[in-house]
Nanobody, 122 residues
Framework: VQLQAFGGGLVQAGGFPRLSCLAS????????AGWFRQAPGKEREFVAS????????SYADSVKGRFTISRDNAKNTVYLQMTSLKPEDTAVYYC????????????????WGQGTLVTVSS
């Protein structure tokens, strides 16, 4: 499975872009997926996770209530709808896939997309 992330760019504070992660391969729908991010000068951190079926989601406290993760297994795509963006959300966003089939949450990513930069201007 290979992952490609799209949708980053320069956004004003308060904006609401949507990131997409397109996966290759027919088995992606069997795995939990999610998003991590890395801000300049900081370590990579968890953002959101979605179960293989889409029925369970989890979020970092810093984005809870502002970001929504979803997936369309027919399209092999995971989305991250971002709202109420803040300058501190500026980061490279990476989509990931968990190593375990039918996991409910991402705990052990084994595939990383190339990352897409989101820059939030104040």
């Amino acid at each position: 499975v290979q992952l490609q992330a799209f949708g980053g760019g320069l956004v004003q504070a308060g904006g609401f872009p949507r990131l997409s992660c397109l996966a290759s391969g027919r088995t992606f729908s069997y795995y939990a997926a999610g998003w991590f991010r890395q801000a300049p000068g900081k370590e990579r951190e968890f953002v959101a996770s979605i179960s293989w079926s889409g029925g369970t989601t989890s979020y970092a406290d810093s984005v809870k209530g502002r970001f929504t993760i979803s997936r369309d297994n027919a399209k092999n795509t995971v989305y991250l709808q971002m709202t109420s963006l803040k300058p501190e959300d500026t980061a490279v966003y990476y989509c990931v896939k968990d190593v375990r089939p039918q996991a409910v949450v991402v705990t052990t990513p084994d595939r990383w997309g190339q990352g897409t930069l989101v820059t939030v201007s104040s």
